[in-house]
């Protein structure tokens, strides 16, 4: 054990780099669960489906551009998790787990602001909880609430992105259909309409300024 300049004990070097390592063994599934990437990638993997195309843009294409929108959108959380918990933990006013609490405050308002109160008060039941203000809510009741919430926003958005591609592709059957050629892929013909419809509306500018607005 070891303290901050207050006397404060403070678990050793050797629990804080395996808490370390910890972390970045779970980072990942940390940023696709408590940040804005979850409903980013839904909803792009929504918009290439609706256009019909397998492979374009690739995985690693909306997975990037998923990632840069979501360290955008939530660079004022990583200043404050810098400023309130970092920086003091560096100058040895807090301890690590100090750290830690104080690191979870920004993340958890941040979740907080997008999360239904519905989910929440589910959670809480599922859990048996006591009613607690929302600021006091633990982290194992936000986050599932939170995915619940970002899951229900996405496919909504989904819906949404679906149906313009939709009356494009029941046109094109509509018009194959009264023209007698019924053994023809109604596919091979509306995918050029549904790509010039998206071009001409500046689709990806649309998509990309609902996503960031959304939160």
Same mark, same amino acid.
Request: hydrophobic letters at 70%; aromatic letters at 14%.
């Given at each position: 054990l070891g303290g901050d300049a207050e006397g404060n004990l403070d678990v050793g070097i050797a629990i804080q780099l395996l808490l370390f390592m910890t972390l970045l063994s779970i980072g990942p599934g940390l940023v696709l669960m408590m940040t804005s990437f979850l409903r980013m990638i839904i909803v792009l993997g929504f918009l290439r489906s609706a256009m019909g195309l397998q492979s374009t843009p690739p995985n690693q294409v909306l997975v990037g551009l998923a990632g840069f929108l979501t360290f955008f959108l939530m660079m004022p959380v990583g200043e404050r998790i810098y400023d309130e918990a970092l920086v003091p933990f560096q100058e040895n006013q807090i301890t690590s787990i100090e750290a830690l609490d104080a690191a979870s405050v920004p993340l958890r308002d941040f979740m907080l602001k997008q999360t239904r109160p519905s989910d929440l008060e589910f959670f809480l039941e599922m859990t048996e909880s006591d009613p607690v203000a929302v600021n006091a809510l633990p982290m194992r009741i936000v986050v599932p609430s939170f995915?619940?919430?970002?899951?229900?926003?996405?496919?909504?958005?989904?819906? $949404?992105?679906?149906?313009?591609?939709?009356? &494009? =592709?029941?046109? &094109?059957?509509? &018009? $194959?259909?009264?023209?007698?050629?019924?053994?023809?892929?109604? &596919?091979?013909?509306?995918?050029?309409?549904?790509? $010039?419809?998206?071009?001409?509306? =500046?689709?990806?500018?649309?998509?990309?300024?609902? $996503?960031?607005?959304?939160?």
């Open positions: 995915v619940m919430s970002e899951l229900r926003t996405a496919f909504k958005m989904g819906f $949404l992105i679906f149906l313009p591609f939709l009356v &494009v =592709d029941f046109v &094109v059957a509509t &018009v $194959l259909m009264s023209m007698g050629m019924m053994m023809m892929p109604p &596919v091979i013909v509306s995918l050029p309409f549904k790509i $010039l419809l998206f071009v001409l509306v =500046d689709g990806w500018f649309l998509v990309m300024q609902s $996503l960031v607005n959304s939160f």
